[in-house]
């Protein structure tokens, strides 16, 4: 590793006035600080997330980074009982050197086997029949479920209600040329204004304003982004007997990486 610096939660390490080091004399001692976390996984089925929540991978990224006080940015080498880092998501042990804390042994937990690229936002306003592309840069072959937010316009015409013909009420389908027809996303009964989130990656859906009977309304396949050995280029497509709406795809495409 060569690094002297990360940042956290919006903060760097340089903001405390310390640095990544290294510990490598047999006077110093690791020791728990009292503030050790184990934390245990749950593993959901089709996701690569570990919500302390998860997938087919066994464990999740884990990666440890000695720390200790900066010289450029203080008088003392050795930290003060107030300087200790608090749990978050990492656990935590002193390294004592003499009777004193020389610094301190962290060790991250994150939610997947693999980093993410910027998260993204993609929007667009559609009429029956339209599509729109999506090409994956993940480095992992299988899919990404996106944060996707749907609105049906608020001006419709009487065309725009005899595009659901084929239904009881005005719906929206929408389809991944990645996968069969099968696994389009149909959601049924959709008024004009109404606004739908639907989060994938914990397989929830929510109406703005709510609407009762939804889980009835909602045939539960969220779309996602697929990549596979040889293609990565998912074409989406609202279907002719839907009605006219607005779409967003928020997500972070996957990224293998090391510290």
């Known amino acids: 590793m060569f690094a002297t610096d990360f940042e956290y939660d919006g903060l760097a390490l340089s903001d405390f006035g310390m640095m990544i080091g290294s510990f490598s004399s047999s006077d110093v001692q690791t020791v728990s600080s009292g503030a050790d ?3 245990h996984t749950v593993r959901p089925a089709g996701s690569d ?4 929540y998860g997938t087919k991978y066994e464990e999740s990224f884990t990666a440890t980074l000695q720390l200790c006080k ?3 940015h203080s008088d003392t080498p050795f930290l003060t009982p107030m300087e200790l880092y608090l749990n978050a998501v990492f656990s935590s042990k002193q390294i004592n ?3 004193q804390i020389a610094g301190l042994e962290l060790t991250l937990y994150t939610d997947a086997p693999y980093a993410y690229r910027k998260e993204q936002t993609n929007t667009w306003t559609l009429e029956p029949g339209d599509r729109f592309p999506i090409y994956d840069t993940s480095d992992e072959v299988g899919y990404i479920y996106p944060l996707v937010t749907i609105s049906r316009n608020s001006q419709t015409t009487a065309m725009d209600e005899s595009s659901s013909r084929a239904t009881s009420s005005p719906q929206i389908r929408l389809s991944n040329s990645m996968e069969a027809d099968a696994f389009s996303m149909l959601l049924t009964g959709v008024k004009p204004n109404d606004t739908y989130i639907l989060d994938g ?3 929830l859906i929510t109406a703005v304003p709510e609407r009762s009977g939804l889980a009835s309304r909602f045939n539960f396949h969220f779309p996602r982004i697929i990549n596979t050995i040889n293609q990565r280029e998912n074409i989406f497509t609202l279907s002719q007997d839907s009605v006219p709406c607005t779409i967003s795809f ?3 495409p996957i990224i293998k990486t090391g510290i």
């Not at 997330?49 to 302390?52: A, G, Q, V």
């Open 49 to 52: 997330h570990f919500h302390f």
């Open 97 to 99: 050197l003499s009777g």
């Open 37 to 39: 976390i184990s934390f």
């Open 201 to 203: 990656k914990n397989k």
């Open 70 to 72: 900066s010289p450029c």
């Open 250 to 252: 928020t997500y972070s």
